[in-house]
């Protein structure tokens, strides 16, 4: 991909609209979520089955700290880091992996990587000190940037890993959160931040017979290196000679390890629902030279171009610092503004403009499956037709040639919605019987299901036992998507109500910066508590749904997926939560204004006499 315009045929919007539509409607399931299935009871194997870094069994802790982290990936990291840059030197961070690293400890399937730009999604790389060896990293790098992170920071001795969070009850008698694990800790904590992230949990096909399967299976989330041969590093899997091979799904993690798989084994059935849009990656080194040229605030520069590349294309300027398949469209939209001499156009306008420019690049990439792939029936397959970003966008060299292999065959089961069943020996779709020796379910994550499920945590209960599951049984209810009423000292991360940016990381940061700002604050007035009034609460869920932004049109015109409510109509996002309407920069000036202001307006501090807990500070 280059940073030229796209150009393609002219392009008959109604036919296309029409078909998209159709295809959207083939896809669609009545039961939306409910189609898959939640790992846990006897389906637990796929989740508990930790290949990477186990850890041998621990006493049981009693302990006291000032505040928890709950999860230690990149949310919880920068989290951490900001809260010791902000003087809390007492913390715990939690998590069930034996390391670092959040979804990139879990995620080390064959070609993991991430398919936005490096220099956009590695947080905080002048603060660190650091340049990404390739312009799209790895996954056995992000992971090393993770582990790089906890030592500069100082957090592994604040770590408790192989760990569980079972419960979360607010304490009022000590006026402290109590932690219960599944290692049998009693953790009090002041404060808690809730960094788990949005792609936690596997979820698995609701069909029949998955315990039944006398073959092996995994999770891409959980790869058994053991079974396939190789390792992260040097995926050489040379255990699969001789094995026939199913993978079930064709989102951005299976077009990274299907190349792999296709390599090594002897047959590869790749199930496929829906196709993903694939474009070139075209990576490459890092140039030392470009990096030497870089001026401070660089970075969150680079981040502010990548976010308006993708979301926004309302300013007159066509400066596009990333010129990948993620900005071609806005790329596209300034470049004919441009020309026009920067034209006023109305929000309708652009919207117009907007789907030419999204027809034409969808239409260069079902252009490109038929450059690459052979067989024409294959091809026409593997052709996306929907609207870009109705699914993430993916970007692998060696995916589509893969469909060249005479020892690989793509299974469709659009018509059926998904595959039917699993038998002893294999998988039945479209009525046929395929018999494997391994399925590989690249399935994906709990995103938008109900977050007791998404959380794993049975019990987070606030002040007089208010379940947080029932606080937010009617949508969020949040001051600036980061703290709650009546869960005092509770702080959240993530897509709740608050600003969505292109580069997950930066909103990370966004939220660890006001978090620990609040933090600090309770801390240097010696209160044992901080939280929304009701009435801040109130007034900011009326803030959010007043601004609420959602493209209706867009979304239900859309394949379903986890944007779009699996296809069943909503008024609102689903994994995004509700984003704060004017956008992410808009947000960011908000908080920074109420930070200036200096009042903490909406939120309460205060000390209740409370018996004093025993202390043991880590
Ligand atoms: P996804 O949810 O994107 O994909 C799951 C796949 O399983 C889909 O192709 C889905 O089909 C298919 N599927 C589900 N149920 C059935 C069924 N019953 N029968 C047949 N197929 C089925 O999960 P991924 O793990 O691929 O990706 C999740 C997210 O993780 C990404 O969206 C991205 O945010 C992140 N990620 C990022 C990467 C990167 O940066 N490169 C790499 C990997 C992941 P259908 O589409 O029809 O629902």
């Given at each position: 991909m280059t940073c030229e315009p796209t150009l393609t045929p002219d392009i008959d919007l109604a036919a296309l609209r029409a078909k998209y539509r159709q295809q959207a409607d083939k896809r669609r399931r009545p039961e939306g979520f409910a189609q898959y299935l939640e790992v846990?009871?006897?389906?637990e194997e796929f989740l508990e089955f930790e290949p990477y870094e186990p850890l041998p069994a621990r006493a049981a802790l009693t302990d006291e700290t000032d505040v928890v982290v709950l999860g230690g990936g990149f949310a919880g990291l920068i989290a951490a880091g900001r809260l010791k840059a902000a003087g809390v030197g007492s913390i715990r961070i939690i998590d069930r992996s034996g390391d670092f690293g959040g979804v990139w400890y879990w995620n080390r399937y064959p070609g993991v990587q991430c398919d936005v730009e490096s220099y956009t999604y590695l947080p905080l790389l002048e603060e660190m000190g650091y340049m990404p060896k390739d312009r799209y990293a790895y996954g056995s790098e992000i992971f090393a940037y993770c582990q790089q992170m906890g030592r500069r920071f100082d957090l592994y001795k604040h770590a408790l890993f192989g760990t569980i969070v079972k419960s979360l009850r607010w304490d009022a008698s000590i006026a402290r959160w109590r932690i219960g694990t599944d290692q049998g800790d009693d953790v009090r904590a002041r404060y808690v931040v809730m960094a788990p992230g949005p792609l936690n949990r596997p979820k698995l096909p609701g069909v029949p017979g998955i315990k039944r399967f006398k073959g092996h299976s995994f999770h891409t989330t959980r790869w058994d290196y053991h079974y396939t041969g190789g390792s992260w590093s040097e995926p050489e899997l040379t255990r699969l000679a001789g094995k026939k091979l199913a993978i079930i799904g064709t989102g951005a993690t299976a077009i990274q390890c299907v190349p792999h798989l296709a390599k090594y084994a002897a047959h590869l059935y790749v199930f496929q629902r829906t196709p993903s849009y694939i474009d070139d990656r075209g990576n490459r080194p890092t140039d030392p030279e470009w990096a030497k040229g870089l001026r401070p605030g660089w970075q969150a520069e680079r981040m502010r171009n990548f976010h308006i590349a993708i979301n926004e294309a309302f300013d007159k300027s066509d400066v596009d610092l990333i010129c990948d398949g993620w900005s071609e469209i806005n790329r596209n939209i300034q470049t004919a503004r441009k020309a026009a001499g920067w034209p006023e156009m109305t929000l309708e306008q652009l919207m117009a403009l907007r789907e030419v420019e999204d027809y034409r690049a969808m239409e260069r990439i079902r252009q490109r499956v038929d450059a690459i792939v052979q067989d024409p029936m294959t091809a026409a397959m593997l052709k996306p037709w929907y609207r870009f970003l109705c699914k993430r966008p993916c970007f692998n060299d060696d995916y589509l040639p893969t469909f060249n292999r005479p020892n690989v065959t793509l299974v469709d089961v659009s018509q059926a919605k998904g595959i039917e069943a699993i038998t002893p020996a294999g998988i039945i779709a479209n009525g046929t019987e395929f018999e494997v020796d391994c399925i590989i379910y690249a399935s994906g994550f709990e995103t938008t299901t109900d977050l007791r499920r998404r959380y794993g945590i049975d019990i987070v209960e606030g002040?007089?036992?208010?379940?947080l599951y029932d606080h937010w049984g009617q949508g969020f209810r949040t001051l600036h998507g980061m703290s709650v009423h009546n869960f005092p000292g509770m702080f959240f991360t993530g897509y709740l109500q608050g600003g969505v940016s292109g580069s997950i990381t930066q909103m990370y940061d966004q939220q660890a910066r006001h978090i620990a700002h609040i933090v600090g604050e309770a801390m240097a007035r010696g209160a044992a508590m901080v939280e929304p009034t009701r009435e801040a609460e109130a007034a900011w869920v009326d803030t959010i749904r007043a601004n609420l932004v959602y493209d209706k049109p867009f979304w239900e015109s859309c394949t379903p997926g986890y944007n779009n409510n699996?296809?069943?109509?909503?008024?609102r996002y689903t994994i995004f939560g509700e984003p704060y309407g004017p956008g992410f920069f808009a947000f960011d000036d908000l908080l920074r204004q109420w930070r200036e202001k200096g009042d903490f307006d909406g939120l309460q501090f205060s000390s209740p006499a409370v018996a004093q807990p025993a202390a043991q500070t880590v």
């Open positions: 846990t009871s006897e389906l002040r007089g036992g208010l379940s699996e296809g069943i109509a909503t008024n």
